[in-house]
């Protein structure tokens, strides 16, 4: 990192420019050390039951021999983890480690035809599903090259009596699990069972090993695999834990996971960085129940929170939130998406806490920019570069801006992602000759090295955090055969920051927006569909016959 970056005169004291990367040769090798500093501390909490270092540790190493031993999957195999927030999680995400796999983490949420793409475009071997969503994947089975199916309910790892209570209430009381048929499949706790029998695989790995593929949208629409090495993610739980450790007392702390952990924010900020902190994940499992959710928080004296501006935006407007005890809460993060001005202060009025903003994306596994955890308020910036990353702000020739001028905001760091997988050529669009990677965020730098985002680039639609790629809602709403043309865009949402509003035009004149509407529950996850949809006679183009997105989004509602 040059000595002109400005940032570096007024870095956040105590966190150091450069972290060691040689610390550990894989995420493995992390784990397994705090397994054994901090053996007797609870890791992980669900529905009030906790799991200690020790328990994850025996656990994890049963499932990796169970994926070893009798599955005989080897190091580079792909495994798909399709789970909420639940104590399996973890369980089956440091096995899988532990085994030498590469892990696709999928949206429980996935429809058919998503679920369809992502298992056979990673080529993944095994899934772990939760019985509620075991529907979708048995109607994909015989399309995808999984072999191996193991699922599990939702109440198996919370201990008798309160797990089987559990999940024969979810089943047979409140009816939401739909029936399915998966031939073969093997149940999450008998696969513990024959691992508890075999050995743990010592496998050898190293920081060009691939740890994970992490599905994201693109220019294309196509959603492809971020390839996250354990080098890549190694350096970004290191970079976050260097960036939080002044504040954080190892060992003693409690964070509230609401974020999936299969989303990359909750999975290296919450999970990886505090099993390094030795502290506590507690795991909401359905934190849209807001009133739930605010009533588990009354339960635990808890530490740290992260989150999307949605969720603390809904917390706060949830009775009661305002009566629970803040006095151990000292950081808060926000990411995914935009953190508004009107929130936060609300946050640290009711909280005392100052909600600090942070940037990343999927490719950077995923901290780029974090502001100071200590700061005394919300200043509207996305922070400074963490340590050993470079940021600059580029025009459309490459050329770096200086301060005050607008431009790409573009990344280097050992956390940049190794590619996408079996795309080289989107690849090179993304990463260029110099090694810089181009976010399509536009932003600009301050003086005194904070950065802002002033826009996207791309047409991406942020909602709730997620990413909405606008090609692949026009890709399915086209396959409607009552649709002759359409183009979506992100529009202002107050709950979520945006929505989707798709413009089409009709190729069947009694096409009407329930039916669009309910093809579109069909084809798409819910963050995914069409809260507006405007029928119009033509759409807007270009001399060569492109839809002019933009000019349907600065358009006033008709």
């Given at each position: 990192m040059s000595d002109a970056q400005p940032w570096l005169a007024q870095y956040p004291a105590g966190i150091p420019h450069e972290i060691n990367l040689s610390s550990y040769p894989s995420l493995v090798a992390l784990a397994e050390e705090s397994f054994q500093r901090y053996r007797d501390r609870p890791a992980f909490a669900n529905f009030g039951y906790s799991l200690t270092y020790a328990d994850i540790d025996r656990l994890s190493a049963q499932f990796a021999a169970y994926l070893s031993g009798t599955l005989t999957m080897h190091k580079g195999d792909r495994i798909a983890i399709m789970l909420p927030n639940l104590l399996q999680y973890p369980i089956v995400l440091l096995g899988a480690l532990r085994a030498g796999l590469v892990v696709v983490n999928t949206n429980p949420l996935y429809t058919t035809r998503e679920l369809e793409h992502q298992l056979k475009d990673s080529g993944a071997k095994a899934i772990v599903v939760l019985d509620n969503f075991a529907t979708t994947l048995a109607k994909v089975k015989a399309n995808v090259p999984v072999e191996h199916v193991i699922t599990t309910a939702l109440g198996d790892m919370l201990g008798f009596p309160k797990g089987p209570l559990m999940s024969f209430a979810v089943k047979y009381l409140k009816h939401m699990v739909p029936p399915f048929r998966i031939e073969g499949a093997v149940r999450f706790k008998d696969a513990l069972a024959q691992g508890a029998h075999l050995p743990l695989p010592r496998i050898s790995m190293s920081h060009d090993d691939l740890a994970f593929l992490q599905y994201t949208g693109g220019t294309t629409g196509i959603a492809k695999g971020a390839m996250l090495s354990h080098g890549n993610m190694i350096a970004n739980t290191l970079q976050a834990y260097a960036w939080i450790n002044n504040i954080l007392l190892p060992g003693k702390e409690v964070i509230i996971t609401a974020l999936p952990l299969y989303h990359i924010f909750a999975l290296t900020a919450n999970c990886f960085a505090?099993?390094?902190?030795?502290?506590?994940?507690?795991?909401?499992?359905?934190?849209?129940?807001?009133?739930?959710?605010?009533?588990?928080?009354?339960?635990?004296?808890?530490?740290?929170?992260?989150?999307?501006?949605?969720?603390?935006?809904?917390?706060?407007n949830t009775p009661g939130f305002e009566k629970i005890d803040f006095s151990g809460l000292h950081m808060t993060l926000g990411g995914g998406m935009s953190v508004q001005r009107a929130v936060a202060e609300k946050w640290q009025a009711v909280t005392g806490c100052t909600l600090a903003e942070a940037y990343g994306l999927t490719e950077t596994s995923p901290a780029v920019c974090i502001n100071p955890i200590d700061l005394k308020a919300y200043n509207g910036s996305i922070g400074l570069p963490i340590p050993s990353t470079q940021v600059c702000i580029q025009d459309d020739s490459n050329t770096i801006l200086p301060a005050g001028e607008s431009g790409e905001l573009c990344v280097k760091g050992p956390q940049v992602m190794q590619g996408y997988w079996n795309r080289p050529d989107e690849t090179a669009q993304t990463i260029d000759q110099n090694g810089w990677l181009h976010t399509g965020d536009i932003a600009r730098m301050n003086e005194q090295g904070y950065f802002f985002i002033v826009d996207r680039k791309k047409d991406m639609i942020l909602v709730s955090g997620f990413n909405v790629y606008p090609n692949e809602i026009e890709d399915v709403v086209a396959m409607h055969p009552g649709v002759l043309e359409v183009a979506a865009v992100g529009v202002p949402d107050e709950k979520s920051g945006e929505a989707v509003k798709i413009f089409v035009v009709r190729k069947d004149p009694h096409l009407s927006e329930e039916a669009l509407r309910e093809y579109c529950k069909q084809n798409l996850t819910g963050y995914k569909r069409p809260h507006h949809i405007e029928f119009r006679k033509d759409l807007p183009k270009t001399n060569v016959g492109k839809i002019l997105r933009r000019g349907l989004r600065d358009n006033p509602p008709q």
């Open positions: 505090f099993i390094k902190n030795g502290g506590l994940n507690y795991l909401i499992t359905n934190p849209r129940d807001m009133p739930g959710f605010v009533k588990e928080l009354g339960k635990i004296k808890f530490t740290s929170i992260t989150g999307v501006n949605t969720l603390f935006n809904g917390l706060l």
